[in-house]
């Protein structure tokens, strides 16, 4: 596992997410309830960026046809093959930092 900074504490509002890209891969991270969250930013739907989709609680909604995964562990909640890889966050001072295998 390596560790990588993914962006600031504060680039991230309350109950938002936003996709970044470490290494050529794309990450989506989320902000729920003061804590930090990762999963892959790719919808084994059909690509969508989850990232960039919209967060109800632990749940993020696809932006491109509304499939929902548990951020905290990648499940999909409308089809069980359509899990999604989630990562370790850690937050140092104002840090955020996932790791990555
Ligand atoms: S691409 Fe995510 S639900 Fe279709």
Same mark, same amino acid.
Not at 79 to 96: A, I, K, L, P, Q
């Given at each position: 596992?390596?560790k990588h900074? +993914? @962006?600031?504490?504060?680039?991230l509002?309350?109950?938002?997410g936003?996709?970044?890209?470490?290494?050529?891969?794309?990450?989506?991270?989320? @902000?729920?309830?003061? =804590?930090?969250?990762?999963?892959?930013?790719? @919808?084994?739907h059909? #690509?969508?960026?989850? #990232? !960039?989709?919209?967060?109800?609680?632990?749940?993020?909604? @696809?932006?491109? !046809?509304?499939?929902?995964?548990?951020i905290? =562990? #990648?499940?999909c909640? %409308? %089809?069980?093959?359509?899990e999604?890889?989630t990562?370790? +966050?850690?937050?140092?001072?104002?840090? +955020?930092?996932?790791?990555l295998?």
């Amino acid at each position: 596992m390596a560790k990588h900074k +993914v @962006c600031k504490t504060g680039d991230l509002a309350e109950g938002e997410g936003n996709k970044f890209e470490i290494n050529g891969q794309d990450i989506a991270v989320y @902000c729920v309830e003061g =804590t930090f969250w990762a999963t892959a930013d790719f @919808c084994p739907h059909r #690509g969508g960026s989850l #990232g !960039h989709g919209k967060l109800d609680g632990k749940t993020i909604i @696809c932006p491109n !046809h509304g499939w929902q995964f548990d951020i905290t =562990t #990648g499940e999909c909640l %409308n %089809n069980v093959s359509g899990e999604v890889d989630t990562f370790t +966050v850690s937050v140092e001072g104002d840090e +955020v930092f996932v790791e990555l295998p």
